[in-house]
């Protein structure tokens, strides 16, 4: 199944009646979009070159889904749990340059998103931007998603550039970003947070119990344990404070126990920056 929304006007979001959750989501962005720029595009002024912007909603349902993948070239994704939605919705926000207003306006009128569902209930989400219609050699073209579900089993969200952030879902959780911060708040299950620059925190639902992975290159990383998680702790940094319970060390490694260390496992690295691990009780 395929929700192909590059027919909808630059203006307007297509919904169903069971996507009005979206259609507020998509209000606040073009409440937030229009502040912003005061205009439907904008012109901006870089090395000489004047280059303009539009952007444009897009949306799409699904009635059913189990996990949801999101890659993202340029922009931040961001994961809530709506207990009002059936299967899942997803609002995006795309913006697309061009070497003048026409060229943006004609590139955002075509951009579109791409959501597809699977056999096994797996949505993978997607943006589509046209090609462009001058030389200029330069692009800044970005989409960020929000994603609402009442429940899902697994989460993968991909960006290049730009924040993650997963709320209240007790998904598996796969995060990626090259250059943005990545914030997990009130899951239980499996977390895989890697980030090349930005700060990672992370905050476990009571009764998470799986295996924990957080790496940054360059950001502090901050990891919340409810008192039923149990396991082993290990973490390093280049440059940093390291705080587990139980331990201190002013950088290199340092490793705990926490209960049953056969439980489950939790490994944290930064290269330039601190590492602090809480356990609720401790």
Do not use: Y
């Amino acid at each position: 199944m395929t929700h192909d929304c590059s027919t909808a006007p630059v203006d307007l979001v297509r919904t169903s009646a069971s996507g009005r959750g979206v259609a507020r989501i998509a209000a606040r962005m073009l409440a937030l979009a229009a502040a912003a720029l005061a205009l439907p595009g904008c012109v901006v002024i870089v090395d000489g070159d004047a280059r303009a912007s539009a952007s444009v909603l897009r949306s799409a349902t699904f009635a059913e889904a189990s996990a949801v993948e999101v890659e993202g070239d340029n922009g931040s994704i961001r994961f809530e749990r709506d207990p009002a939605v059936t299967g899942v919705a997803i609002a995006a926000d795309l913006r697309c340059e061009g070497a003048d207003q026409a060229e943006a306006d004609a590139r955002a009128a075509e951009a579109r998103v791409v959501a597809e569902r699977d056999a096994s209930g797996r949505v993978s989400v997607r943006a589509e931007f046209p090609a462009k219609r001058s030389e200029r050699g330069w692009s800044s073209d970005s989409a960020s998603f929000v994603i609402r579900a009442a429940s899902l089993e697994r989460i993968v969200a991909t960006t290049s550039n730009g924040r993650i952030v997963i709320k209240q879902l007790g998904a598996a959780i796969e995060a990626r970003s090259s250059n943005g911060a990545i914030d997990i708040d009130g899951v239980t299950g499996a977390v895989d947070a890697r980030t090349s620059n930005g700060r990672i925190e992370v905050v476990l639902a009571e009764g998470a119990a799986s295996d924990i992975s957080l790496a940054t290159s360059n950001g502090a990383v901050k990891l919340d344990l409810p008192a039923s998680w149990q396991g082993s702790v290990r973490a390093t940094t280049s440059n940093g404070r390291i705080e587990l319970p139980g331990v201190e060390s002013r950088g290199g490694s340092a490793e705990t126990t926490i209960g049953d260390a056969t439980k489950a496992k939790t490994v944290i690295s930064t290269s330039n920056g601190s590492v602090t691990v809480r356990r609720a009780g401790n």
